[in-house]
C-alpha cells in the first residue's frame, strides 16, 4: 500500500485495535485526520499486521541483542567492538547490503521497490562512558541496570528488531531502508557519524529517524543547539616562590569564569530563546606549590535559537582575552601568558514545524497506539538533518529507562514490544508499504 501525503500507517495490538473498531471517533474523541486514517489504512494491511505479531513474538531475542549490545562497551571514539557485533547481527537477520563507513558507522541496505524515498533508521553506536566501566548486566526483579543499557542501546536492539519484523513478515517498502548504527553522538562525539551522513558525496537520505533512549510517546523533532569549547591558558610555569610575579594561567582562568558570568547571566536571563551556559571541567598545574605551565577548562553552551547562542559565544570569547590581558598586566616578570580556544563541539539548532507531514505520521501512529505525542526539543542525532532542513525526528526505542550518563542507569522492558512497534509504524508510514507484500 502507498499512502499519498498526508501519510500514516500503522498496525496495532489486539487491544487497541478493538477500541478503534468499537468508536467511530478512533483513540481520540474527535473526528480523525487524514494521518489517523491512513494509519488505519496501513494497520490492516496483511504484512504489516503480521509485522507487528512479530515484534511480539521475537521480544525474547530484542531482550538478548539488548544484553549482548550492552556489555560491549563502546566510548566515543571507541565503538568498533559494538560495531562489530551489530554488524554481525544485522548481517543474520538480512539486508540487501551492508558496510562500515570511514568513521565507523554500521550500514544496512533494505532496498524498497524503487519508487519511495530513502529512510534512515539509526541508533548510537556509543556510551558516555570511558572504556574501564563495567558494563556488566545486574539484574533485579525485572529491571536491568548497566551503564549505557538505555542510551543508547536500547536503540540499537530497536533497530535490529524492526529490521527482523519487516522481513519475517515479508513487508515489501516502496522506498530505501537505511539501517544504522552510528558513532560520535555522545560528548565530545559531537555528532561525527552523522555529520559523516549528511555530509557532501553521502549517501542519499530524504527521512532521519533517531531511535534514543526509552519511552514510546515523545517525539523530538527540533534540535537544541550547542557550542563546546576547550580553553588553555599556557605560559612558563615555575615555582611558587622562586617564580612568584610570573603570569599564572589558573588565575588567568579563574578570572575568564568570572568574566564571562558576569556577561553571560543578565544576557541569559533576558534572551528571546532559552540559552544555558556551563563551565563543566577544570585542569591543569603539576603541585600546590607550582605556577602552573597550563590551565585548561571546558565550556557547554546551548540555546533554542542560532543568533542567542552566537551571542553567548561571543561573550564566552571576550571574557578570555579580557583575562589574558589582564593576567598580563599584572605580571612582574617572565614571558606573557598565551590562550588556545578551541572549538570541541557545534551542534546546530533547527526544527521541523509541528504540522511537518512527517512529524504528523509519527504524531497519527502514537496515537493510533493508544497513547498521546508529546512534542519536544533536544540535542540528538538529529540535530544536523533537523538544521540542513532534512525531516527528522528522535524518538524512543519502548520500555522504560532512567538514570542515563550515570553508573545506575536502568531498563525495564514495560511494554517495550510497542515501541518497537511504534518506530516500524513510523518508517513504514513515510516509505510505504506494496501491495504486493
Known amino acids: ?47 504489516v499486521r503480521t509485522a507487528m505479531q512479530h515484534v511480539e513474538s521475537t521480544d525474547d531475542q530484542t531482550m538478548a541483542d539488548l544484553r549482548t549490545l550492552t556489555q560491549i562497551p563502546a566510548p566515543p571514539f571507541m565503538e568498533e567492538a559494538r560495531g562489530r557485533a551489530f554488524l554481525e547481527m544485522m548481517l543474520e537477520i538480512g539486508v540487501d547490503s551492508a558496510w562500515v563507513d570511514e568513521v565507523g558507522n554500521v550500514i544496512g541496505l ?11 533508521l539509526a541508533g548510537h553506536l556509543d556510551t558516555v562512558f ?60 559531537d555528532l561525527r557519524g552523522v555529520k559523516h551522513l549528511f555530509r557532501e558525496g553521502g549517501p542519499d537520505i530524504d527521512y532521519f529517524i533517531s531511535v534514543d533512549g526509552t519511552g514510546s510517546s515523545g517525539i523530538t523533532h527540533m534540535g537544541l543547539g550547542s557550542h563546546r569549547y576547550r580553553v588553555t591558558f599556557l605560559g612558563p610555569g615555575g615555582h611558587s616562590w622562586g617564580a612568584f610575579g610570573l603570569a599564572n594561567p589558573a588565575h588567568a582562568m579563574g578570572r575568564a569564569i568570572r568574566h564571562f558570568q558576569d556577561g553571560a547571566d543578565p544576557y541569559t536571563r533576558n534572551a528571546p530563546f532559552r540559552t544555558s551556559y ?39 570569547r571576550g571574557a578570555v582575552q579580557r583575562a589574558l590581558a589582564e593576567e598580563n598586566d599584572l605580571r612582574t616578570r617572565g614571558e606573557a601568558l598565551t590562550v588556545d580556544v578551541d572549538l570541541i563541539g557545534d551542534r546546530p539548532s ?34 544536523i538533518p533537523i538544521s540542513m532542513g532534512i525531516p527528522a525526528v528522535t524518538i524512543g526505542g519502548g520500555g522504560q529507562g532512567f538514570g542515563a550518563h550515570s553508573l545506575d542507569e536502568w531498563f525495564r522492558n514495560v511494554d517495550g ?3 518497537v512497534q511504534r518506530v516500524m509504524l513510523i518508517v513504514l508510514a513515510q516509505v510505504g508499504v506494496t501491495q504486493a507484500s
Open 278 to 316: 556551563n563551565v563543566g571541567r577544570l585542569g591543569g598545574g603539576t603541585s600546590v606549590n607550582s605556577v602552573p605551565f597550563e590551565s585548561w577548562m571546558e565550556i557547554d553552551m546551548r540555546s533554542q535559537g542560532v543568533e542567542t547562542l552566537e551571542a553567548v559565544d561571543a561573550i564566552l
Open 130 to 189: 570511558p572504556p574501564e566501566t563495567d558494563v556488566s548486566i545486574r539484574e533485579s526483579g525485572d529491571t536491568l541496570f548497566a551503564p549505557g543499557i538505555a542510551d543508547d542501546t536500547r536503540g540499537l536492539a530497536t533497530v535490529l528488531a524492526v529490521l527482523r519484523a519487516l522481513n519475517e513478515a515479508n513487508v515489501r517498502t516502496e522506498g530505501d531502508v537505511l539501517f544504522i548504527g552510528n558513532v560520535g553522538e555522545e560528548g565530545l562525539g
Open 110 to 120: 533494505r532496498r524498497g521497490s524503487g519508487a519511495g524515498e530513502v529512510l534512515a
Open 1 to 47: 500500500m502507498r499512502l499519498e501525503k498526508p501519510s500514516s500507517i500503522r498496525l496495532l495490538p489486539a487491544a487497541v485495535a478493538l477500541v478503534l473498531a468499537s468508536s467511530p471517533l478512533g483513540v481520540q474523541a474527535q473526528a480523525p485526520s487524514a494521518y489517523d486514517e491512513q494509519v488505519r489504512q496501513l494497520m490492516n494491511h496483511p504484512a
Open 350 to 383: 533547527g526544527e521541523i514545524a509541528e504540522d511537518d507531514p512527517f512529524v504528523q505520521q509519527a504524531a497519527a501512529v502514537t496515537r493510533a497506539l493508544g497513547m498521546e505525542p508529546s512534542f519536544g526539543r533536544s540535542s540528538t542525532d538529529s540535530n
Open 417 to 419: 514490544p510497542v515501541g
